[in-house]
């Protein structure tokens, strides 16, 4: 008869140092596929909000010489290759003293401006907002 050695690994030991290997790498490969998505995200977000402040810039600029409701920006723009959709809300703005009638405050305006991008199978969207005044009444 054999006698086993104190050195030697059994097959059921083997077996089960593979399998919580495995699975530890697994969960390694996947906390890092979450990382690398997080990091794409916050990559497109960065680049969507400096863009649409950028534009917000602009449209300060225009505002004040020319009516911005006239303004107009591409609908669609490519940040590091990648495409974004841009929109643009420009709204009256009204203010009602008390007992008053709400009356329109035609040298100010507020200004949506929106993207919007694909990101996997969800629609991710930034929106900023921005009050300009023209200077021409």
Known sequence: ????????????????????????????????????????????????VIYLDKQMDILRLEGMSTDIAQTSLEPEVTLNNKVFAVASEIQSVYQQAEGEEEEELEAIKQVNLIISWSQGARLREEKLISYIANDEK
């Open 1 to 48: 008869m054999r006698k086993s050695s104190p050195k030697a690994f059994t097959l059921i030991e083997l077996f089960l140092t593979v399998t919580i290997l495995s699975v530890g790498i697994i969960l390694i490969l996947k906390s890092y596929l979450s990382l690398a998505n997080a990091l794409n995200l916050a990559e497109n977000k960065i680049e969507a």
